[in-house]
C-alpha cells in the first residue's frame, strides 16, 4: 500500500487551525484508492475555554476486507459489521476548557527523573 500524507497546523493567540490531506491506494491495483480531507478550527473564547468546529470527508475504494453477504439488522444496528460505502461524511462541534500549570507537560519531581538505578 502506498500513503501520502499533507497537513497544514496554525497555532495562533486566536486559537488553532488544522488541515490535513490524505491519500492511498494498493500498489498493484490502483483503482483500489482513499483519499480524505480533515481538518479543524479552535477559537480560544477565553484563557482557557475554546470553541471547536471540524469535520472530515472522504472517498472511499479500498474495502477489501467485508465480509460477503447481507448484515443482519442487529449487526447493522451494534455497529458489528463493516458495511460497504464508497464516502465518509463527519462533522463535530465541541467547547474544550483547559486548566492547570503551564508546566503540565513536566513529569512530577516525585517520581523521579526518568532513569533507572539498578
Not at 500513503?3 to 500498489?27: C, D, I, P, R, T
Request: no cysteine.
Amino acid at each position: 500500500m502506498q500513503q501520502l500524507q499533507v497537513a497544514y497546523q496554525v497555532q495562533e493567540k486566536w486559537g488553532s487551525m488544522n488541515v490535513a490531506l490524505e491519500g492511498s491506494n494498493f500498489f498493484h491495483d490502483f483503482s483500489k484508492n482513499r483519499i480524505e480531507l480533515n481538518g479543524y478550527v479552535s477559537i480560544r473564547v477565553l484563557k482557557g475555554l475554546s470553541f471547536r468546529l471540524g469535520g472530515a470527508v472522504a472517498r472511499i475504494n479500498d474495502q477489501l476486507s467485508l465480509v460477503k453477504g447481507a448484515a443482519s439488522e442487529a449487526e447493522i444496528l451494534l455497529q458489528l459489521q463493516e458495511l460497504e460505502t464508497s464516502y465518509n461524511v463527519e462533522a463535530f462541534l465541541g467547547i474544550t476548557y483547559t486548566f492547570g500549570s503551564i508546566y503540565n507537560n513536566i513529569v512530577n519531581p516525585r517520581f523521579g527523573n526518568g532513569r533507572r538505578r539498578y
